[in-house]
């Protein structure tokens, strides 16, 4: 008695629980809901319904209904399809949180960085004001105590000239001998020289306080203009050092920008080529066709 083909043997029990299982999924009404009603499914999901659509094809076979077993392989490439897709996705969606989370960092240390320096200049540009503040009280009292000094040093009235001695002592003279008016005529001379020599002593006196007084000037303006240097120099300083900070922070921004760009073009690659080897070339290309491509895609990304 001939053995009956495989591809003919009646159902058995397990075999007919997965056909009523699957009869009402693989129907065309469910099949034109298949795109739509996997878009939502996890990509555990999906790796459960292929491998039950494995299984339910594997049976199909075994039973030897091969247009069901292709309608349930047309429907197993759209899951892998859609796996494919889910997790290309879910490389771009971290790719993108990675440049996203890359220029928010980018983006606060900027930030930090520009309230670091601003403040730490405004506390320069304070202490600066402080110290010329400081300077130009010191320079006031400075000043005023050197007047004061001079001042006391100098009398506000000059000593008799010899001409001044010489009409007192006349006048002197002449009252002794009654003549008063005599006396008073010379009385009018010394006033007369006394005013003159006192508006030339004040003036010499005015003299000797101002050139002291520019001489402290000139010695404290230089002092001034040479703290005013140290500081613009310090100023200066700071200023290129925020600038070669800023380089650097720029520069490894751009390198973290490059390396992200690099590793996103070679995954995109890698998923481009994976996609390629999964479906049919129309081409007759191999597997290990792919392959190669693959490793010449590769060993071009890295070298960039």
Do not use: C
């Amino acid at each position: 008695m001939l053995k009956r083909s495989p591809s003919l043997r009646t159902p058995g029990k397990k075999a007919k629980t997965w056909q009523k299982s699957f009869s009402k999924e693989y129907s065309p009404i469910s099949r034109k809901r298949m795109s739509a009603s996997y878009r939502d499914l996890e990509e555990d999901d999906i790796l459960q319904r292929i491998d039950i659509a494995q299984e339910q094809k594997r049976l199909y076979v075994e039973m030897g209904a091969m247009m069901k077993a292709e309608m349930v392989k047309e429907h197993l490439n759209n899951l892998k399809e859609q796996l494919q897709a889910l997790r290309d996705e879910k490389v771009k969606v971290r790719q993108f949180d990675e440049m996203v989370y890359l220029e928010q960092e980018h983006s606060d240390k900027f930030q930090d960085f520009n309230d670091t320096w601003d403040q730490k200049m405004a506390e320069f540009s304070e202490q600066a004001q402080a110290l010329e503040q400081q300077a130009m009280e010191r320079h006031g009292e400075e000043m005023r105590a050197l007047i004061i000094k001079v001042d006391a040093s100098l009398p506000s009235r000059p000593k008799d000239s010899p001409d001044l001695l010489n009409l007192k002592r006349i006048e002197q003279h002449l009252i002794r001998q009654n003549q008063f008016i005599e006396a008073h005529r010379i009385q009018q001379k010394i006033k007369e020289l006394e005013n003159e020599e006192q508006y030339k002593w004040v003036s010499r006196r005015n003299n000797k306080i101002l050139s002291q007084k520019l001489v402290l000037d000139k010695k404290q303006d230089q002092e001034l203009e040479n703290l005013r240097k140290r500081i613009n120099t310090l100023q200066d300083e700071q200023q290129k050092a925020r600038v070669i900070e800023l380089a650097r922070l720029v520069k490894n921004y751009k390198n973290l920008k490059q390396e992200f760009t690099i590793r996103h073009r070679s995954n995109i690659s890698k998923m481009q080529l994976n996609k390629m080897m999964s479906s049919t070339d129309g081409f007759g290309r191999s597997t290990a066709d792919f392959k190669k491509m693959r490793s010449s895609f590769e060993g071009g990304w890295s070298h960039l």
